[in-house]
């Protein structure tokens, strides 16, 4: 069991450690430094154009300012690649103190330097990095032996427990001898060979001995690899062959299936499910096949790792569970057949009808999710019984300027929805559909698609799941896509107490009734980011859904972690003043609406909005007027944290605890 780590910073907040965190760090006057950011970041945290679920999502950080470069390490394991260019060089004494900030820390945590070579000169710029090793890309026009360096470093970084000890990534080669398999293994361990790369190779033409044993042999070496599978005509007929395949899922190794086949197969290995499949051609990309094949040992190295610490921060004293980086099978489930215990598995989640099979065959296990786990039911379709939950988000700066900070953020919201959705709730959303950067819309009907194709007739969620009470961009999605899933609400305007009132300020006040109507309705209230200029409201819509929020005492969850109004109403609980936007200061940005709107207040009777005393009266808040079923600490840990995984694990958890008086309202 992985050992977890909870930190208490020094202003008093509790940390949850992640396994692993990787940094990239470039001067803002590199010209590629995005560019080579972008594929490190797309390769192991989050590839726009590929399903979240098949993502490794390792969290990747960018800096590219020296005093940005300076961020609290929160995370067991921590790579920091530094691209060292001639602007990074020639700005050495600005990034002197990030270089001397790492280079202190690493003999506290395990922080592993690794510069990057982009300049002739970049060797001797720090003395702090004279001695390391460095990686050399060819030019900036290839980038394979870049990525097979980020690749081996990750591994080795995730695999190794002391820092100086060299570890080799051991791969075993599963072929068929009267195939074009052979060739295929013989041309991988050349390419291998020619790049100088760690990998240490099991290939059985070179490595058993003459008097050796073949199945002892080959045995022993699949314990400690990742198999390589070569699927070339005739593997599956082949008995050495499948019993390789068996053996690496008795021993729970990563499986690589490259696919080759020239005429087919007569019969495919039943035992060959749920393995990651590379599709070759007869010119074979040897670079995309290691890369792929290491990118694969590491997703499931992490996701063990992560979700054996994130579990044990919830449940240190729980052992009953068994986590698997593949969905379960009939045969690698039949291995722990007595065992009385839940198997926790990747998403996507199974399918009812491969649920009843399982089930049905292992009656004493529960198969989840991560998530799922801590809600400690396997009847997720219905455990929160169409309960109203509203999302109240705007981008922010940070989420705009930084395309990290924006896939993180979209990550979050993919991944709590997915979960909601599974778990039930009825989501809400009045905001914007179209935002600059990240359709919110889209992430919710594409979530609603997939969770209703997995559903049976008997669970399957109603039309009605998703309902908007307003649409002010309904003209970029077609309305006949959305009706499928949705209700399409709508909202009369209001008009003013005298027809001279602009626009604008009809306009703010008919925001002013949505939110209020939208807090009415739900149970449930979630935040994140919220603009503090260029709103349409009365004030910004973030912090006038939380007021709401709290007026109609709904559960509230508050995501601190990509800035904006959110983080700031966190700081004014916190009794910490950071920015201090939240000030009157946000009527002199608009002075001719506020003027407008003092003029309508007065002739109204109504209250005048006054930001300092709204700061104030949030400054006396409490985490237990939050009314989330969370504990003060665990609050302070969603408040800060960006990990996805662990955002929708406290906010379920919470939605547990307080299922019971969700339920009677």
Request: net charge positive; glycine share 4%; with cysteine.
């Amino acid at each position: 069991m992985v050992k977890t780590e909870v930190m208490t910073r020094q202003d008093g907040m509790i940390e949850f450690e992640r396994p692993l965190e990787i940094r990239v760090y470039w001067d803002s006057g590199f010209a590629h430094g995005q560019e080579y950011a972008n594929l490190i970041f797309q390769h192991f945290s989050r590839n726009e154009g590929v399903s979240v679920e098949y993502n490794l999502g390792i969290p990747v950080y960018f800096f590219n300012t020296p005093d940005s470069g300076i961020k609290h390490i929160q995370s067991q394991i921590t790579i920091c690649f530094l691209f060292l260019d001639d602007s990074f060089v020639i700005n050495n004494k600005k990034w002197n103190k990030t270089i001397e900030f790492l280079s202190q820390v690493r003999t506290e945590k395990k922080v592993y330097i690794i510069p990057v070579k982009f300049s002739d000169v970049a060797f001797c710029a720090f003395s702090q990095l004279a001695l390391l090793n460095f990686i050399i890309p060819e030019d900036k026009t290839k980038n394979d032996k870049f990525l097979l360096a980020v690749a081996y470093t990750i591994y080795a970084c995730l695999f190794n427990g002391d820092k100086q000890n060299k570890i080799s990534i051991p791969l075993f080669l599963s072929h068929c001898k009267k195939s074009e398999g052979l060739r295929v293994c013989r041309n991988i361990k050349k390419y291998i060979s020619d790049n100088k790369s760690p990998i240490s190779l099991f290939f059985d033409e070179n490595d058993i001995d003459f008097g050796e044993k073949f199945d002892i042999k080959i045995e022993d070496s699949i314990k400690n690899s990742t198999l390589v599978i070569i699927y070339s005509d005739g593997y599956s007929n082949r008995e050495f062959c499948k019993r390789e395949v068996l053996y690496a899922k008795q021993n729970e190794r990563p499986i690589v299936l490259i696919e080759y086949l020239q005429n087919g197969e007569d019969r495919l290995f039943p035992y060959l499910g749920n393995t990651k499949i590379i599709k070759i051609e007869k010119n074979i990309n040897y670079f995309k096949l290691i890369f792929e094949v290491l990118k694969e040992s590491i997703r499931i190295e992490y996701f063990k790792k992560k979700n054996t610490t994130l579990i044990s921060y919830f449940y240190p004293q729980n052992v009953n569970y068994k986590i698997i980086p593949y969905a379960p099978e009939l045969l690698t489930v039949s291995f722990r057949k007595d065992k009385k215990e839940t198997i926790i598995y990747p998403n996507p989640l199974l399918g009812n009808e491969e649920l009843k099979i399982l089930q049905f065959q292992f009656p004493n296990k529960k198969f989840l999710t991560p998530i799922l786990y801590v809600t400690s039911s396997t009847n997720y379709a219905s455990l929160l019984n169409k309960i109203s939950v509203s999302f109240s988000i705007s981008e922010t700066e940070e989420i705009k300027r930084s395309p990290d900070v924006l896939f993180r953020s979209s990550e979050v919201l993919t991944n709590i929805s997915r979960y909601l959705i599974a778990c039930g709730a009825k989501i809400i959303y009045s905001g914007n559909l179209v935002y600059e950067k990240f359709n919110f819309l889209d992430t919710l009907m594409n979530q609603f698609v997939s969770y209703k194709q997995w559903l049976d007739n008997e669970n399957r969620i109603s039309t009605d799941f998703f309902e908007y009470i307003y649409i002010d961009s309904i003209n970029d999605i077609p309305k006949s896509k959305m009706a499928e899933i949705s209700t399409i609400g709508s909202l009369t305007p209001i008009k003013a107490v005298k027809t001279h009132f602009s626009n604008e300020l009809n306009l703010a006040l008919s925001y002013t009734k949505l939110r209020d109507e939208v807090a009415a309705k739900v149970k449930v209230s979630i935040f994140i980011g919220g603009k503090y200029d260029f709103y349409s409201g009365v004030m910004p819509g973030v912090l006038e859904e939380f007021l709401k929020a709290v007026e109609h005492k709904n559960s509230i969850y508050l995501i601190g972690a990509f800035g904006g109004i959110t983080s700031e109403i966190i700081d004014l609980i916190s009794n910490r003043r950071i920015k201090g936007v939240i000030n009157n200061n946000l009527i002199k940005t608009k002075e001719t609406f506020y003027k407008e709107l003092n003029d309508y207040q007065t002739e109204s009777h109504k209250e005048k909005i006054d930001f300092d005393k709204i700061a104030k009266t949030i400054g006396t808040f409490k985490t237990t007027l939050l009314r989330n079923g969370l504990t003060e600490e665990e609050n302070s840990v969603l408040f800060q944290t960006d990990d996805p995984e662990l955002i929708s694990y406290l906010i379920l958890k919470g939605l547990k605890k307080r299922l019971k008086v969700l339920q009677k309202r």
